[in-house]
Each structure stands twice: as C-alpha cells, then as structure tokens.
C-alpha cells in the first residue's frame, strides 16, 4: 500500500472510531498542592497523541500557569508518554526516521515541533543552555579546532565561538535548522517543497 493511500485508510478509521470532534489532548498534573506559588511536588505533562504539539504552545501553557499563581515547581517536571505503547513490531513497515527524513516520525503520545527535535538529537544534535557560552566564545561548549558550524549568531570574526582553526558560517534560522537536519550546510528550500 502506498504512503497516500494509507493514510486515506488511516483517517478513515480513525473518523468512524473517534469522529470528526475528537482532538487528541496533552494534560498535565500536580502530585501535591501549590502553597504561596510553590508547586509542593512534581508536574507531570502528560501526551496524549497531539502530533502538532510546538514548543510555542508548551511555553505558552507554561506561561498561563505562571499567571495562575504558579511560581516554582519544588519537584520534578516529569513527561508521560505511555498512552501509546508502541513496540518496534508495530513499526514494522513504516520508514525508519533519520536526520536525512525528518518527515518520517513515528507516532508518540507526546511529540513536540512534529517531532524534529527527536531527528536532530538522534543525528547528533546537541541541546545547550538557553545562553551565551558558545556565541561568544567562552564556557563549555565552544568549537574545537578544525569545527566547522553554521550559526544565527549576528557576528562573527576568526575565534569568536572557540579555536581560531574553526571555521563558523552565518545563516538565517531557517538555513540553520536545515543545515541541522541535512548535516551540511542547506538551502532550507530543498526541505520545503
């Protein structure tokens, strides 16, 4: 059965079994009470099948609890993805993901920006702090010698993210983020049509 035809198939299915208002869910829950802004316990998220789940609406929700009152979590925030409980015999005929088809995801209870984050992580990807470190040069994570990077940073001269031998493009975030997923610097449109 080709891609196409199976997912007419699939949306069939799951239009009679669930019907057409159905909307998969992403919850989260306290384990204990919220005391003057402190959650007394950890925040658990979680998936409920959401496939377009973004990091734009996480940090949104994120943002409504803060205005609610919620002001520090004193556990852990724990995700749940066991509402689907999927083995690799159910992906028996379905395409493997890689950083080369970041279009190919398997379904997850909780999947965030379709996936595309998972890709890159599996092709080598590294999550940093969300500051500067490497941008300008100092911290654990600048570039070896002989690295040769792509960046959205808005400058940049010889040994300004680490050894001076490295070697650091600048690009725009959709260049980077396809140049991320392809593993050589890209024209984001090669991954658009």
Same mark, same amino acid.
């Given at each position: ?66 205005? !609610?009152? $919620?002001? +520090?979590? #004193? @556990?852990?925030? /724990? ?11 159910? &992906? ?25 984050? !998972?890709? $890159?992580? +599996?092709? #080598? @990807?590294?999550? /940093? ?11 654990? &994570? ?27 493009? $600048? ?23």
């Amino acid at each position: 059965m080709l891609a196409s035809t199976a997912k007419i198939v699939t949306s069939l299915a799951a239009l009679d079994l669930l019907g057409p208002q159905y909307r998969w869910r992403t919850h989260a829950y306290a384990t204990g009470p919220v005391y003057l802004g402190r959650l007394q316990g950890d925040l658990i998220i979680a998936g409920g099948g959401n496939a377009r789940l973004s990091s734009a609406e996480l940090l949104g929700w994120m943002r409504r609890m803060r205005e !609610q009152g $919620l002001a +520090e979590i #004193g @556990g852990d925030i /724990l995700i749940d993805r066991s509402a689907f409980a999927l083995t690799d015999e159910d &992906h028996r005929h379905t395409p493997v993901p890689g950083a080369g088809r970041p279009h190919h995801v398997w379904p997850g209870a909780l999947t965030l920006d379709e996936g595309v984050l !998972q890709v $890159l992580l +599996e092709a #080598g @990807g590294e999550l /940093l702090p969300n500051a500067c470190g490497a941008c300008a040069g100092y911290g654990a &994570h600048t570039f070896a010698p002989d690295t040769t990077a792509i960046s959205t940073t808005a400058r940049n001269f010889t040994g300004r993210m680490g050894a001076a031998s490295s070697r650091v493009f $600048l690009g725009s975030p959709y260049t980077v983020a396809a140049s991320a997923i392809t593993g050589r610097i890209a024209d984001p449109r090669e991954l658009m049509a």
